[in-house]
């Protein structure tokens, strides 16, 4: 079932230019999809004008059957998208719990609020360990978990992670791969960008390549990964001599 | 000895006033930073309403803050609609904002001006000339009252941004404005609210500004150089920090007067400022600020 459909969008920042040119892209549930691509093609972008951090120019962003491509990024969060930004944006000045709880800013319900708290809690012992520490003093992978951690506390239905293994080393990074599997196995939906093209490919159900703003080729993940074309464009694969000779 | 301990609570006393004065400033400046030079000529304003609130149908100057800080919090809201929100993303905000609320000021200085001509007032109500005892020691009892209503008033603040869900999202804001979207805060809406928290608190120090100081259109140029200064030595944005330089300097200035004679007292701050420039300019609680 198509939950998220992305309608021949165009989008950029402030009277710049566009960054997303006329991109399309259907979003089955329960999938996840790794959306790869050189830098500067969009693929941030288009993250945020899922959610609502920006508005498409034009072009439709239909979710369940409904058009949210105008709609505010609470309402968005309401309906059960979710964003993790690359940079994990957190507020490095409250506490690992007064995080979790901007998480679920958007309810109004407190006492579902502290539940939900605890349920995450539960998912992340680390956090769990560290709940009345600053989070500015967590480690880039425990902040990882973190920034994950406070979409949770929502239960998206499907959960956007930009980047997230951007500057972790790689035994973190392994383990915020496991994370976003365990995500799919718990029935999520999600869209990951990823620089570690291969690996958030090995790790994806559907991949897809952005380039220049619009989406330049797509199919299920293995087919993309073994595409010598994409191998060589976008995995930096490097071609060996005898057959760089021959072309 | 008693002296000097008697002069210490003078000091202490005064900077719980400077403290509620700086406070609004530094979260107007922590949520948007805004520097807001016209603070002090808005709390003028407010000193003018207590003062002829006083005057005219003898209402108590404290309990003028029940008019001065809502009538100040929308106005506060008027200023951030008509003035900021266009400005908000442009790319030399900061700039426009020192040019925009110092324009602001100057207006407001000469509207007062017109309206309530440049002589000096001071509202005087029976507890501005009594004393209170505390042993040996004394204050005069209105000092006495403005400076526990101005601490009541920082407490309340305080938990207001700890423990609300506005304040929650306040300090959100001040501390990540990007991640606040992400988690559906409507930042703008928090930066107008804010505004008109920072105004309302320049409001309830108009009221105890009324009758502690004399005052007059003119005068806010001396308040804003102090205000800043306090703000600037704790680290601009920083409620905590804002706490701390207001009682720092408040007694430093206390001793300063008290040895030196009251001439030499203003200078205090300024000397206070320069160091603090130097030495380490993100102040006492602040954080480094990115170029």
């Known amino acids: 079932m198509t939950i998220l459909e992305i309608d021949n969008i165009s989008a950029g920042y402030g009277s710049g230019p566009n960054i997303l040119k006329g991109l399309s892209l259907k979003v089955e549930q329960g999938k996840t999809y790794c959306v790869i691509g050189p830098n500067g093609a969009g693929k941030s972008t288009l993250l945020r004008a899922i959610c609502g951090l920006l508005h498409p120019r034009s072009g439709r962003v239909t979710y369940k059957g409904e058009d949210i491509s105008k709609s505010r990024t609470d309402e968005i969060l309401m309906k059960g998208i979710s964003f993790v930004p690359q940079d994990r944006s957190l507020f490095p000045d409250m ?24 349920k995450v809690l539960t998912m992340f012992p680390i956090l769990a360990e560290r709940s009345s520490q600053h989070s500015k003093t967590l480690s880039g992978g425990e902040q990882q978990m973190l920034a994950i951690g406070r979409t949770l506390v929502l239960q998206p239905e499907i959960i956007m992670l930009d980047e997230p293994s951007l500057g972790l080393a790689p035994k973190i990074t392994q383990q915020i791969f496991e994370m976003v599997s365990f995500l799919k196995e718990s029935g999520m939906t999600v869209i990951l960008v990823e620089q570690n093209a291969r690996k958030g490919l090995e790790y994806s159900d559907w991949g897809c390549v952005l380039d220049l703003g619009t989406n330049r080729f797509e199919g299920p993940a293995d087919t993309i990964l073994n595409d010598p074309r994409i191998q060589e464009l976008y995995l930096g694969k490097r071609r060996n001599n005898g057959q760089e000779g021959a072309e | 000895m008693t002296q000097t301990l008697q002069v210490l609570l003078f000091g202490v006393a005064l900077g719980g006033v400077y403290a509620l004065m700086a406070s609004g400033l530094t ?6 930073r805004i520097v807001n030079i016209s603070h002090s000529a808005l709390m003028i304003f407010a000193a003018y309403i207590a003062f002829f609130a006083f005057q005219n149908y003898s209402l108590d100057p404290i309990l003028s803050i029940f008019i001065t800080m809502p009538v100040m919090f929308l106005m506060g809201v008027a200023i951030y609609k008509i003035f900021f929100s266009s400005i908000k993303s442009t ?7 020192v040019l925009l609320t110092f324009s602001l000021a100057l207006v407001l200085e000469g509207v007062m001006g017109y309206l309530w001509t440049n002589v000096y007032r001071s509202a005087n109500p029976s507890y501005a000339t009594e004393a209170i005892f505390f042993g040996p020691f004394f204050l005069p009892k209105g000092q006495f009252y403005a400076t526990v209503l101005s601490v009541a008033i920082i407490i309340l603040l305080w938990l207001f941004l700890k423990y609300s869900r506005i304040g929650y999202a306040i300090r959100a804001t001040m501390q990540n404005q990007a991640a606040a979207q992400v988690v559906g805060v409507n930042v703008e809406r928090m930066a107008m609210i804010s505004f008109g928290i920072g105004i309302a608190l320049a409001g309830a120090s108009g009221s105890l500004m009324s009758y502690l100081f004399t005052f007059y259109p003119g005068k806010h140029w001396e308040w804003i150089a102090i205000l800043l ?8 944005g920083s409620l905590a920090g804002a706490l701390v330089g207001a009682f720092l300097l408040a007694i430093a200035s206390a001793l300063v007067g008290y040895h030196f004679g009251p001439t030499w007292s203003p200078i205090t701050f300024f000397l206070a400022l320069f160091l603090i420039l130097l030495v380490r300019p993100q102040g006492l609680l602040g954080k480094k600020m990115e170029a």
């Open chain 2, 27 to 32: 979260l107007v400046f922590g949520v948007m």
């Open chain 2, 229 to 236: 200064s306090l703000i600037v030595l704790g680290g601009m």
């Open chain 2, 91 to 97: 790319e030399r905000t900061g700039e426009l904002t």
């Open chain 1, 95 to 118: 506490t690992v719990k007064e995080n979790l709880r901007m998480g679920g800013y958007i309810l109004k319900d407190r006492k579902e609020l502290d539940q939900r708290i605890e």
